[in-house]
């Protein structure tokens, strides 16, 4: 490292200096870290307390290899503030398979690139299938069991679940109950001989690897009890977004996607030059996943309390329960993130529109400004606007 910091131009290395504040850090040190968080190495000045991390990259987590593909987690275990929901990266091989499984938490699903084939069945013995791809979202209640396969690319996907304490190494799992179940009460259970299941797994089977599945008008059985009322995907990318000068908003919440009951998100695109306005959220936490970009979210805990962090594509971002935010990019290319938050419905409360419907005479003697400040105000929500420096 230091051989590469000496051959670095002196100006192109990262000091903890603001102003007359700090001083070089000519120790060990990693240095790609502080390139990627300008933010937190030299922090706004207005950034004062102390406030708990709510940063996590997905690329320091343990990453579980399998036969069909990875996965790789974040919970509270990583990210101790997220205590309202965690979260699974995971690929699948063509015809890698997450094989029959179900979990004590609701499962959120985003594709982020390729395809996959989803399978459930319900309470009541009502099945669904479908095919989802990129930009495409599928929600199984807690409990209800399920599958996940790649299909001919492949694919790679987040998986958030409703309890930050989840871990997907409990995940109660067909071939782990087969194996610790005594043959003869398996075969009295299915009424075959025993013979028959010689070959079961002596372990679960978590991931393994098939061939790509045929279509789903193949392989589809129809159930005597139908099909589930609401379907467990929703094809988010077919849905127009809310369109600012600063970029994009798609809102999917129990409103439109009827089965998601306790997982509600929003999927957000700043253009360079924008920003994720100032708000906060009136009912629940914020758990954020980055797709692409670079960010800088400054988080308002009150008590005269604000921290600045910096994230990238691959990066957990979390905002605790009613704290004020922004996420501002800082890059030269699209910054695309999630919003996910533990409830039914997705809310914030704008900062802009809140000043916007307040008296303005009232607002000017608060806050020390005058019309200027006033008159720009916007009455209507903006999630993402076009920002200036001074």
């Keep these: 490292m230091k051989k590469i910091i000496q051959q670095m131009p002196s100006s192109r290395i990262p000091q903890p200096i603001r102003g007359d504040k700090g001083a070089t850090d000519d120790g060990p040190r990693n240095l790609e870290r502080d390139l990627q968080n300008p933010?937190?190495?030299?922090?706004?000045?207005?950034?004062?307390g102390i406030i708990e991390?709510?940063?996590?990259?997905?690329?320091?987590?343990?990453?579980?290899?399998?036969?069909?593909?990875?996965?790789?987690?974040?919970?509270?275990?990583?990210?101790?503030?997220?205590?309202?929901?965690?979260?699974?990266?995971?690929?699948?091989?063509?015809?890698?398979?997450?094989?029959?499984?179900?979990?004590?938490?609701?499962?959120w699903g985003y594709v982020l690139n390729g395809k996959v084939r989803i399978t459930a069945v319900d309470q009541k013995g009502r099945n669904f299938i479908d095919d989802v791809g990129e930009g495409d979202l599928w929600y199984f209640p807690s409990g209800i069991p399920h599958s996940i396969q790649g299909l001919e690319e492949g694919s790679e996907f987040l998986l958030v679940f409703d309890n930050g304490s989840f871990s997907e190494n409990s995940t109660f799992s067909v071939t782990d109950w087969f194996a610790h179940t005594p043959r003869s009460v398996l075969a009295a259970n299915f009424g075959i001989p025993g013979y028959e299941l010689a070959h079961i797994p002596a372990k679960e089977r978590y991931m393994f690897q098939l061939g790509t599945p045929p279509s789903i008008n193949e392989v589809k059985i129809d159930s005597p009890n139908g099909t589930v009322p609401e379907p467990f995907s929703y094809k988010l990318t077919k849905q127009a977004p809310i369109i600012t000068n600063g970029g994009k908003v798609r809102?999917?919440?129990?409103?439109?996607?009827?089965?998601?009951?306790?997982?509600?998100?929003?999927?957000?695109?700043?253009?360079?030059?924008?920003?994720?306005?100032?708000?906060?959220?009136?009912?629940?936490?914020?758990?954020?996943?980055?797709?692409?970009?670079?960010?800088k979210m400054t988080v308002f805990a009150a008590e005269g309390k604000a921290r600045t962090f910096n994230y990238q594509a691959g990066d957990v971002g979390y905002v605790p329960f009613a704290m004020g935010h922004y996420i501002q990019n800082i890059g030269s290319t699209v910054l695309r993130?999630?919003?996910?938050?533990?409830?039914?419905?997705?809310?914030?409360?704008?900062?802009?529109?809140?000043?916007?419907?307040?008296?303005?005479?009232?607002?000017?003697?608060?806050?020390?400004?005058?019309?200027?400040?006033?008159?720009?105000?916007?009455?209507?929500?903006?999630?993402?606007?076009?920002?200036?420096?001074d």
Excluded: C
């Design 39 to 48: 933010d937190m190495l030299v922090p706004p000045a207005t950034d004062a």
């Design 251 to 295: 809102i999917a919440d129990s409103s439109l996607f009827k089965a998601s009951k306790t997982i509600a998100a929003a999927v957000v695109e700043v253009e360079p030059g924008g920003m994720r306005e100032m708000h906060w959220h009136p009912n629940t936490d914020e758990w954020q996943y980055y797709i692409s970009g670079k960010a």
């Design 53 to 107: 991390n709510l940063k996590f990259s997905f690329s320091d987590t343990h990453m579980r290899l399998e036969h069909g593909g990875w996965s790789r987690e974040v919970t509270v275990r990583e990210l101790p503030a997220a205590t309202q929901l965690a979260a699974v990266n995971m690929r699948l091989k063509p015809g890698g398979v997450r094989e029959l499984h179900w979990h004590k938490e609701a499962e």
């Design 337 to 389: 993130f999630l919003e996910v938050f533990k409830s039914d419905r997705f809310e914030d409360v704008s900062l802009n529109q809140w000043l916007a419907l307040t008296p303005h005479g009232f607002m000017q003697r608060t806050l020390n400004v005058g019309a200027a400040f006033t008159d720009v105000l916007q009455k209507e929500k903006f999630p993402v606007v076009k920002w200036k420096s």
